[in-house]
């Protein structure tokens, strides 16, 4: 167990709906990342957000947005859903924004748009 | 711009035998490395990093990976597998600039291990 935690486990929705991913850091840790893995694009990096900044931007789409709370939890929301965001949803955690600090994924959450 | 390419999309090996997961990268700038396991219907897991100490690195499990800067190679290897090893493999590079952090997974190597 990472200590990071994610929810929910499963989301089926439909196309064109908006979605809410959850995400809680390890306790003590600042920086949160959003990854997303599928099968077509592997494993792309998302956000970062460090201590409710947001510090790096990946491949991240516009319909796509996140914030990281005053308690650091994290949520990633998802809009305007295609078909081909189709995916695993990973959130991890790090104690500071350093590229080199260790990183501890959660379970991650997938997801199926319909 | 950085890059990862892990050259084997499968490696199958015997229990007991030797494991070599190879990675090679391409970054403008000093970049760490790492390598990440990942298990089935599980989030992934450090193995090891590379952020510019020591050029060979160990890990958990008994893995270790060699940097090599003339060859651009991170490549994993565990001199005896292990059932339990069997799982996705990821090599990622990253770089830090500017306070941000990029990183960039290679496409996962599948280690199958028989008995």
């Known amino acids: 167990d990472s200590g990071v935690t994610q929810t929910p486990k499963h989301l089926i929705t439909a196309t064109g709906q908006r979605v809410t991913l959850r995400c809680s850091p390890r306790?003590?840790?600042?920086?949160v990342y959003w990854y997303q893995q599928s099968l077509d694009q592997g494993l792309q990096f998302l956000i970062q957000?460090?201590?409710?900044?947001?510090?790096a931007k990946g491949n991240i789409l516009e319909r796509f947005s996140a914030q990281q709370f005053p308690d650091l939890h994290s949520e990633l929301n998802l809009s305007s859903l295609e078909l081909g965001d189709s995916a695993l949803y990973f959130c991890a955690s790090s104690v500071s924004w350093e590229g080199r600090e260790t990183q501890y994924f959660g379970p991650g959450t997938r997801l199926l748009v319909l | 711009a950085q890059s990862v390419t892990q050259l084997d999309s499968h490696v199958s090996v015997s229990e007991g035998t030797p494991v070599l997961l190879r990675c090679n990268y391409s970054s403008s700038y000093s970049p760490s490395l790492f390598w990440y396991v990942q298990h089935p219907n599980k989030g992934l897991q450090l193995l090891l990093k590379y952020t510019s100490a020591a050029t060979l690195v160990k890990g958990i499990n008994g893995f270790e990976a060699e940097f090599k800067k003339s060859e651009t190679s991170f490549h994993l290897t565990k001199p005896s597998a292990h059932m339990s090893d069997a799982a996705e493999y990821f090599c990622?590079?990253?770089?830090?600039?500017?306070?941000?952090?990029?990183?960039?997974f290679g496409r996962g190597t599948s280690l199958i291990v028989h008995p």
């Open positions: 990622v590079v990253s770089r830090t600039s500017g306070g941000s952090y990029i990183p960039t």
């Open positions: 306790s003590g840790d600042l920086s």
């Open positions: 957000y460090y201590n409710g900044e947001e510090r």
